[in-house]
C-alpha cells in the first residue's frame, strides 16, 4: 500500500485488521510518521512470508536540507545548528555523496525504533536521556543527486536524491552524515518510499482505495515475485504438504540451492503455494508449508494492494 504522511506503520497496519475483517495483519519495513510511500502489509497466511520481504533492498526518494541540524535528523525534530552554505560547491556534495556510497558504517538516528536494553531508543531520548547508538554495516547501492536548490532560505540549500539501499539504512542518518561532512549539518525534509524488493510504488494502493474495495495480491503472486521459484509435480506436492523432503532443486554446494534464510516458493501444478523451500544436501526440506490449492487472497502487498 501508498501509505500517507502522518501515519505510523502501525497505524497502517491497524486500519487494515478493520478493513480486512481479521487480527492478523502485520507489515515488513516500518516507515516513519514524517514518510509516505510503500507499505508491503501481509493479511493471515500471507504474514509468514513477511520475514523474507524485510530483509530485501529498498529504494527511496528524498530532499536533504543542508545547512541545519535537528535533534531527530528529519524536519520533525527542533533544530539545533545552522550553518551557511554559500562555500559547499556542486562538486563538495557530489564527492560526499560518493563517500556515503557503497558499504559504508552507519550510525542510526538516537530517535530511532532500536532497542536499547528493552526499550526504544526514540523513548529514552524523550525522557531526556543522551542515547548513543553503535554504528552497523549497510550498503548503499546508489544514491544519486537529481537537483540542487540553493533558495531554501536562511542560507539553506536542498538535495533532491534517491537512494537504493539495505534493509536497516536510515535515510535521515545519511542527511546527518552528508551535512556533517560537508561542515554544515544536514537534515531529512521529505522521504518516500518507491520500492520494496519487487513491490513499486506503480503497483500500490491508498487506504481510500483499499476502502473502497480491498484488492489484494494473491499469496501465490507475492510468492512468485519475492523468491525463487520451484514448480512441483503432483506427486512432490503431496509429499511436500505433509511435511516430507523431496529431491534437491540444485546441485549439493551449487550457489543456487536455496536456504532456510533464502528459500525458494515451491508451487503445486495448479499454480497454488504449497510450501517455501530450503536445499540440505540431495534433498528439499519444508521451512513452511501452505494448504495446497488456496488460491484465496491472502496477501495485502503493494501490487494488488
Not at 218 to 224: D, G, K, L, T
Not at 268 to 297: I, Q, R, T
Request: proline share 5%; charged share 20%.
Amino acid at each position: 500500500m501508498d501509505k500517507p504522511q502522518g501515519w505510523t506503520s502501525h497505524d497502517v497496519v491497524g486500519r487494515m485488521r478493520r478493513l480486512a475483517g481479521t487480527r492478523k495483519v502485520g507489515h515488513a519495513g516500518t516507515l516513519d510518521p514524517m514518510a509516505t510511500g510503500v507499505l508491503v502489509v501481509g493479511i493471515n497466511k500471507a504474514t509468514r512470508l513477511l520475514t523474507y520481504i524485510v530483509g530485501t533492498s529498498k529504494t527511496y526518494t528524498a530532499t536533504i536540507r543542508l545547512g541545519q541540524s535537528t535533534v531527530t535528523d528529519d524536519a520533525e525534530g527542533e533544530v539545533t545548528a545552522t550553518a551557511g552554505t554559500e562555500g559547499v560547491s556542486d562538486q563538495a556534495i557530489h564527492d560526499g555523496v560518493a563517500a556515503l556510497t557503497g558499504d559504508i558504517l552507519q550510525v542510526p538516528s538516537s530517535v530511532s525504533a532500536i532497542k536499547v536494553n528493552g526499550e526504544r531508543a526514540y523513548a529514552r531520548v524523550r525522557s531526556g536521556e543522551d542515547v548513543k547508538l553503535a554504528a552497523r554495516p549497510v550498503t548503499i547501492h546508489r544514491f544519486e543527486v537529481h537537483g540542487i536548490r540553493r533558495d531554501a532560505g536562511a542560507g539553506a540549500l536542498d538535495l533532491d536524491v534517491t537512494v537504493e539501499c539495505s534493509s536497516g539504512t536510515y535515510i535521515r542518518a545519511l542527511a546527518r552524515d552528508l551535512g556533517n561532512a560537508l561542515g554544515v549539518g544536514g537534515h531529512l525534509t521529505a522521504l518516500r518510499r518507491t520500492h520494496v524488493g519487487p513491490y513499486s510504488l506503480d503497483q500500490a494502493r491508498t487506504l481510500d482505495q483499499l476502502a473502497e474495495e480491498l484488492n489484494v495480491l494473491e499469496m501465490s503472486q507475492a510468492a512468485r515475485a519475492l523468491m525463487p521459484n520451484r514448480e512441483l509435480s503432483a506427486e512432490e506436492t503431496t509429499e511436500i504438504s505433509f511435511g516430507r523432503r523431496i529431491a534437491a532443486g540444485a546441485e549439493p554446494g551449487s550457489p543456487s540451492a536455496a536456504t532456510p534464510d533464502h528459500p525458494a516458493a515451491a508451487f503445486a501444478p495448479d499454480g497454488s503455494l504449497v510450501a517455501l523451500l530450503a536445499d540440505a544436501g540431495s534433498y528439499a526440506k519444508p521451512v513452511l508449508v501452505f494448504a495446497p490449492g488456496n488460491g484465496a487472497p491472502a496477501a495485502a502487498a503493494a501490487g494488488e494492494a
